[in-house]
């Protein structure tokens, strides 16, 4: 379980990023982390793996303090980060010097995620685009089963074909005790992954609901123009008409809109 | 403190192969220095100075065996007096690849503990280090043996036992054999407490200025000894200066408090590094 508890942290005195917020994550599962340009889902990313420590209040990774590191938290967590680097030598030796740091490293999942996004085994790190280093990287993220995997903007770079690939390759080797966290604007890259929305605005939690709460109390529909939106939530314009959110009063079953769930938390200022 | 020798294991490995340019570098720098050094050396060992009636006079050397001792004795002399600075450029390297943020969320994320790593860093960074320096200066001084038939007339011992022999000025014997009196063990300890201290400095330095800790930590060194001087010259001045000097002359408990002084700073600076390592955060 991910625990945050009247957290704290800014950058510099008069940069407060967090002030007093609490979030709990249960264990299992994919949670969309969203929320607005700088509102501090990177850091809350960094701060839920212990990479940047809390001005105050505590943050705890399966029972432990993030910030204290312990080689026993780190074993269980993968960040995959927005930027990042990899040594420039091929794959087979990078596995070979990390896996060993993951106890539950699985080859086959490796194989099977490398042969999911296109990727050769042979490849040399270091001699690949952008978005082949990345799927390379959620490869090994994936191979490490490590319990808690938090993927900053994970599609970003990744070619269309290869987002719907993630998809399918994160559906298909999550483990169910699993937990990973998804902080991304690219809202519809991830939507059909979510079993859990997060919408943050700073000190606030704006929503923290499973996909399941959330479709069982608010309808998302595509109006043709011309026909009244009364009684709606939220409404944007839309191709050929509008996009509502109402409330969900006959247990109507529809898909969730995460873009427009997102706008009508965001926008709307609404904590649902 | 967390320590699994497995683990540690690993992390060396880990390091060491992942930073193999880094020592590849190290060597083939060290070498090209040495071999430079052993060949150009060879021109200017025929001239020595000599210390007769007061003063200084250049004197020069016909005699073969002379010869050989001299180039031994000064080109091992340097030769050592670079494996030092190597080594402090190379401690001063510590934290150089936690220089930007992806490189910081490799190493900070890594599943070892922070001792783990720290250890590791300074193993591959300061022995791991010597023995690339000691490895380059073997082969180079093997290559110098090699040519030097073809471009010189002479031939000139291997480099190699003096280098080492001048390490004796590190064993304590060394000075046992010199002189047993205490105020001179005192002031054998303070060397070796001062060659630590600024082995430490340069540690911190590496770890606070990351990018050019070898650099910074010089600059700060020269800023501070000019400092000193101008202060001890101040207080000189302010006092009788003849006095001032002839009460400075060491005695026991200045050597006493000095290497207290000596021991007191390094681990102060290992402890920072420590702490500054440990708390290292990727922003």
Excluded at chain 1, 35 to 47: C, F, I
Excluded at chain 1, 145 to 153: K, N, P, S, T
Excluded at chain 2, 186 to 202: D, E, N, T
Aim: aromatic fraction near 12%; glycine fraction near 8%; include cysteine.
């Amino acid at each position: 379980m991910i625990q945050i508890e009247n957290l704290r942290f800014g950058y510099g005195r008069r940069n407060p990023v967090f002030k007093d917020f609490s979030l709990a994550l249960e264990p299992g599962g994919v949670y969309g982390l969203l929320g607005r340009n700088g509102t501090g889902k990177t850091t809350l990313l960094y701060m839920m793996c212990g990479l940047l420590r809390p001005q105050g209040g505590t943050v705890r990774l399966g029972g432990l303090p993030a910030a204290a590191r312990r080689a026993a938290a780190l074993q269980d967590v993968f960040l995959v980060p927005e930027e990042f680097t990899l040594p420039k030598m091929p794959l087979r030796r990078f596995v070979s010097l990390n896996r060993g740091f993951y106890p539950r490293f699985s080859e086959d999942i490796l194989r099977q995620c490398l042969a999911d996004f296109g990727l050769s085994e042979d490849l040399r790190l270091g001699q690949l685009s952008m978005g082949q280093t990345k799927k390379a990287l959620m490869s090994f993220a994936l191979a490490t089963q490590a319990r808690y995997l938090l993927m900053d903007e994970p599609t970003n770079g990744l070619d269309i074909p290869a987002k719907s690939e993630f998809r399918k390759v994160v559906a298909r080797h999550m483990g169910e005790e699993q937990t990973l966290v998804v902080s991304t604007h690219q809202v519809r890259d991830i939507d059909s992954l979510l079993d859990h929305v997060v919408i943050i605005d700073g000190s606030r939690l704006l929503l923290s609901k499973s996909v399941a709460e959330v479709t069982a109390e608010l309808v998302f529909e595509e109006l043709p123009a011309g026909e009244s939106a009364d009684g709606a939530l939220y409404a944007q314009p839309s191709v050929g008409g509008h996009s509502i959110v109402r409330r969900n009063k006959g247990g109507e079953d529809s898909a969730l809109n995460l873009e427009l769930l997102f706008n009508y938390v965001v926008q709307g200022g609404r904590e649902v | 403190m967390e320590f699994n020798l497995t683990r540690f294991g690993l992390v060396l490995k880990r390091d060491l192969l992942t930073n193999r340019r880094v020592y590849i570098n190290f060597f083939l720098g060290m070498f090209v220095f040495y071999v430079t050094l052993g060949c150009l050396s060879q021109m200017n060992f025929n001239n020595a100075l000599s210390y007769t009636g007061g003063s200084y006079h250049m004197m020069v050397i016909t005699d073969r065996a002379e010869y050989t001792a001299s180039f031994l004795v000064r080109t091992a002399g340097m030769a050592n007096a670079m494996f030092f600075l190597f080594l402090l450029f190379s401690v001063a390297q510590f934290a150089y690849d936690l220089r930007e943020k992806p490189s910081r969320i490799n190493a900070l994320m890594l599943p070892a503990s922070r001792l783990e790593k720290f250890l590791g860093r300074w193993l591959l960074l300061v022995p791991g280090a010597c023995l690339v320096a000691v490895a380059a200066f073997a082969c180079a001084d093997a290559a110098r043996l090699a040519v030097q038939p073809v471009l010189f007339e002479h031939t000139l011992p291997s480099l190699v036992p003096e280098f080492f022999r001048q390490w004796n000025f590190f064993l304590p014997e060394f000075y046992v054999q010199q002189d047993g009196h205490v105020l001179v063990l005192l002031s054998a300890l303070g060397s070796r407490l001062l060659l630590l201290f600024v082995h430490a400095s340069y540690l911190l330095g590496g770890l606070y200025f990351r990018k050019r800790g070898a650099l910074m930590t010089t600059v700060l060194y020269l800023v501070g000894n000019f400092v000193f001087v101008l202060l001890a010259w101040r207080i000189a001045d302010l006092t009788d200066s003849a006095e001032f000097w002839q009460n400075l002359r060491p005695g026991l408990a200045y050597y006493a408090v000095l290497d207290a002084l000596l021991f007191a700073l390094t681990a102060g600076c290992v402890w920072l590094s420590w702490r500054k390592f440990s708390r290292m955060q990727v922003l």
